[in-house]
């Protein structure tokens, strides 16, 4: 044959939209672009409406499989797109996404409210809830037809068509609010750094200094030391820096993100959104957002919430105040004539520590390379969970330092993959989150989960491994909790898989995981120095257990008072706080907040309460759950091993395979026995007197 060779274009490929012929079908992450995602959207809203409208005009009978398990079918294409989109935004943006993201939370609110809102299809809903006593369901079954016809009720499924028009419109006004509030953010953290001069680093350690290199070069800067404002980095210059007039620079710069009267500002931002978050709440028949949000909680009630964060709040505060005291006093046998500063706590409680507890971060960070850690909290898994990991490089990535790793069950089969995006860039927003690219569920033949862990550790300079800072290992463990939740997820519904239960619920597999990494029995055996592969000399292992406990004044107010503050903002009136900064002033005089210690979070800052609904008057979650995680770690104290394989299965069973397919309290109840005690939190913290010696 000697036909011309035509070349025809080959048809454009959309590899969203295409199969994905990688290991697992894992995205092809290098063949993505931003221009995929716009099309990929229209087709997935399209598909989804198709199959929603089909489910609302079935016109056989309501039941339980053309109804609710059909909804758990539908908008598979959605949440794939979604999954790798969300994952880029946060972990790995540019401009053409956050262009993009902005486009996509207006019609993402379009295209949800009148599914959620739809009345036909609720009436379906509500026809099978009324009935569900006689449709002999299972006990999973059972609680994803409560869980849905929760979900629509709440969205305004019941509500009037003039109602429900305002509701629309607000759900598209606050997805475009909460939009803006992390761009803003994400854009004042991105234009900040102080660079540091060869005069500039007293108090600093090597590593940091390398750090603050990697840093530099990361921004284009070669050659050249800066610090950002990325929340681990800022502590640890606030920690270690002698330089007070640099301290306060930082300082002032960390608390002012979101507030600087610039573009990027986010006071009226957060003034619309608590207005709308208020206007919705009320048209859904609730006084406050609060009380709306909190119905559907473990706490219940803003009542409660209260009450649990009055009760640690007072005797935090007072272990604050006489921390306070101490340091000023260190400060004046340093021959120092001045009044300590938001800036100095963290530096002069670091040495107060050192004095008092003979230690330091510095001392432990060479036994805490991240490479060790991470071996640390798979070691865990292996023992409590019977899973096992190991590295593949053939899996696609969206940044080249992220890492994979296939977990392999008890049963020798496939249970998921593990992606660990562990390193701060420009890239990145702040702090650290679990998020999955794919959720466990067993319908259909079933899916195993994609789980994510994104980190904003600083990397090791000039090829030395990347080293963690005590709280960096624990956020480590933190964020591998939440993965296991996803990971070891057994339920055969999507929409109960894994982290899809209640807010206050969800830090307790987390915060639970943290017990292990700071246990001698975990520390001894992979905390090595990097170097010389030493292990962890048993008196430096005791200081470090000993000063854990040092400075949980200041931790618990920081934390507290965000929380609560978080609770006023939905309680009170949008009205009152029209003003975010001075109705941020009177609160924080209400509740005596020690001026030298600045909140966790400040409002225009929160991202976790304003980036979105999740933890709208939730922030108190982690309080919540950590008074069952203190309570829970206990049960392998009782058993008189960290690894009880009795305790780890129930652990397992009830707490971290369950996903959303059982009510919480009940699944704490069936894995301890008995409702949390509430002290162990305090008595965790070491703010409680502990009893006399008999
Ligand atoms: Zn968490």
Redesign the pocket.
Known sequence: MSETAETTAAPEVNPLLAAWQTPHQTPPFAEITPEHFMPAFERAFADHAAEVAAITHDPSTPDFDNTVTALERSGKLLTKVSAVFYDLVSAHSNPAILAIDKEVSLRMARHWSPIMMNAVLFGRIALLHENRASLGLTGEQMRLLERTYTRFHRAGAGLTEEAKKRMAEINEQLAQLGTSFSHHLLGDEQDWFLELGEDDRAGLSDSFVATAKAAAEERGMAGKAIVTLSRSFAETFLKSSARRDLREKVYKAFTARGDNGNANDNNEVVVEILALREESAKLLGFPTFAAYRLEDSMAKTPEAVRDLLERVWTPARARALADRDELQQLIAEEGGNFQLAPWDWRYYAEKLRQAKANFDDGAIKPYLALDHMIEAAFDCATRLFGITFAERKDVPIWHPDVRVWEVTGPDGRHKALFYGDYFARPSKRSG???TSLRDQQKLDGGTAPLIINVCNFAKGADGEPALLSPDDARTLF??F??GLHGMLSNVVYPSLSGTSVFTDF??LP??LYEHWQERPEVLQKFARHYQTGEPLPEDLLRRFLAARKFNQGFATVEFVASALLDLEFHTQPASASRNVRAFEQAELKKIGMPEEIAMRHRPTQFGHIFSGDHYASGYYS?MWSEVMDADAFGAFEEAGDIFDPATAKRLHDDIYSSGGSVDPEAAYVAFRGREPEADALLRRRGLLEEPAAA
């Open positions: 650290a989150w679990m933190h964020e909790g939440h969800v830090e987390s915060q982690y």
